[in-house]
């Protein structure tokens, strides 16, 4: 375990992933990592091998998740973004001469691709070195949330005001969009088309059909009284079709909810996770490996 927190974190962290999170027909043990963007730190469990957890602190700012390889994961910071080493959490890289990033992606050519708030949403290409290669402003965009690249080119949007998703193109236009009910957090295109989007206060996972109508939901607090959802923000959507989801506890809620949720496509909910020691808030979650 890194940094001070140290010591009382790892046991913390250990007794919860010894703990009882199960589905019908057996125990689901996860390593997975979750951005607390109240405490400022990047948090990896492992429900298996409990010792292999850590904690470090991150950037203040920190939203957007992504496993670049085997070893080395992504995180966006308010001021940019950082890639950590997974075995250990140990900084590797960072771009921060930015103000008000919320989404970091990382391009196939190696750059990274930053999302932030200016006069709408913008997006910013970074190199390597720190160099910006490219700045595109998003016109009829604001409040930005997550990005996600799709494989025509085109960006996709979540914003939490006004509440909607867009799908952007290289020039910054507008070529598809879809409401939400409610502030969006991040959305993904999916092989068959649709996009997911989760939507924060309504505690809900939509999928939208190519038309931008919703076709089908999961979570909803009405669906799931006694779970205690707060605020439904990232998600990670696994290969055999559940999707893990960060159910964020801010907005005075702290402890009062479950950190991590995971639903089947039928809207179960087969595994959650939280302890309120390790983990303050919750913003983003990804599954490494069960």
Known sequence: MKQTAGVLLAASLAAVAAGPTSRPGGAIRSRFLIVDNGAARLVCVDQREPSKGWSVAIPAGSRDLERLDANTVLVSHGSGAGEYA?????????????????????????????????KGVTLYEVAR?????????????????LIRLLGNGHVLVAMAGPHRIVEVDA???????????????VAERQPDGTTLATVGGECLVLRHGKDGKPVATLGGKDKHPAARLQWF????????????????????????????????????????????????????????GE
């Not at 910006?132 to 016109?139: A, D």
């Not at 969009?177 to 502030?183: D, F, R, S, V, Y």
């Open 86 to 118: 997974l075995a250990d959490g140990r900084k590797l890289w960072s771009a921060s001469s930015y103000r008000g990033i919320s989404s970091a992606r990382r391009l196939p050519n190696g750059n990274t691709l930053l999302a932030g708030a200016g």
């Open 129 to 145: 070195d720190g160099k910006e290669v490219r700045r595109t402003e998003l016109p009829g965009t604001s409040d930005p949330r």
């Open 171 to 185: 020039a910054g236009r507008t070529v598809w969009q879809a409401a939400l009910p409610g502030k969006g957090y």
């Open 233 to 288: 923000s990232g998600m990670h959507v696994l290969s055999g079709g559940d999707i893990v989801v960060a159910d964020w506890l801010g907005h005075g809620k702290a402890g009062q909810g479950p950190h991590v949720v995971r639903f089947s496509p039928d809207n179960r909910i087969v595994w959650q996770w939280e302890d309120h020691q390790a983990v303050k808030t919750a913003t983003n979650v990804l599954v490494l």
